[in-house]
């Protein structure tokens, strides 16, 4: 099973999961062209892909999807609020209905060797999802967007062998910075973004012998640095009530705009 960030950020996502069978993007905020480049750079082509699993309906996470789907006629798979947001921003263009397939949060179902299963996040957005998938007893999550999390979605992460998290922001760079102060307001809302501190807090009640990596992903350009992120959540993994060093573990920062090193979950 490999995992992969072909970019991760608030300028556009596009994950990459998938085994020798089933080939998933988790969501196409990127061009057609970088999606397939970065693709191609794992080996492998749009033609390859057995689906799209969008979190939510927000350009940095959908602006590339209607290309894909009426140039590969590849299913998506979203919430029922997530399609109605879609069909409703004329995001995806003159598609066949067929391709456009509903899930639930806490229902799983199955792509070839793939078994997915959504889960629910705090977002301001339609009815937005983050997901688990598993190959056999190997299990990744990618996991962002979420502005606060709880008892719920610490259940839902435990005991995943990798996964990618949000780290959005470093709340000082945030407060002082550029953005107008609704958008700061949002952002640190319960329905916005995790800062690099709670990233942490929640990767420490998650962590577990069994984890082989954690991506920090979704790094804001303007509210953060790759270099804050990781020390951050660094701290918190350590210092947490566990029985853990951040070094137990591997840690590394989703690249914004190019592909990261792929992840095998061995």
């Known amino acids: ?27 196409a905020g990127i061009s057609g062209k970088k999606t397939e480049c970065g693709l191609n750079e794992l080996g492998l082509s749009g033609r390859d892909l057995d689906g799209i699993l969008i979190t939510h309906e927000h350009a940095d996470h959908i602006s590339g999807l209607g290309v894909l789907v009426r140039k ?3 299913p998506v798979y979203a919430t029922a609020g997530t399609l109605r947001a879609l069909r409703g921003a004329g995001v995806l263009g003159s598609v066949d209905p067929g ?12 792509i070839k060797d793939l078994t997915v299963n959504p889960m629910t996040i705090s977002h301001d957005a339609a009815e937005p999802v983050a ?3 598993s190959y056999g007893n190997k299990r990744v999550a990618i996991c962002t ?8 979605t610490v259940e839902c992460l435990k005991g995943m062998d990798a996964l990618l998290m949000e780290a959005n922001h470093d709340v000082h760079m945030l407060e002082v910075g550029p953005y107008p102060y609704p958008l700061k307001r949002r952002i640190l809302g319960p329905k916005g973004h995790l800062s690099n501190e709670n990233s942490g807090k929640l990767l420490s009640r998650i962590v577990h012998d069994g984890l082989q990596t954690i991506l920090l992903g979704h790094l804001s350009k303007e509210n953060n640095l790759p270099e804050l992120a990781y020390e951050a959540v660094r701290m918190e993994i350590t210092m947490g009530d566990n029985p853990y ?9 989703a690249k914004r705009d190019v592909i990261s090193p792929a992840v095998e979950i061995l």
């Open 245 to 253: 060093n951040a070094n137990d573990f591997r840690l590394m920062v």
């Open 1 to 27: 099973m490999r995992l992969c960030s072909i970019a991760s950020g608030s300028s556009g996502n596009c994950i990459y999961v998938g085994s020798e069978a089933a080939h998933l993007l988790v969501d």
């Open 99 to 110: 391709l456009l397939r509903e899930v639930r949060a806490d229902q799983k179902f199955v």
């Open 145 to 152: 967007d979420l502005g606060v999390y709880n008892d719920y």
């Open 131 to 133: 997901y688990r998938i």
């Open 72 to 74: 590969l006629e590849v």
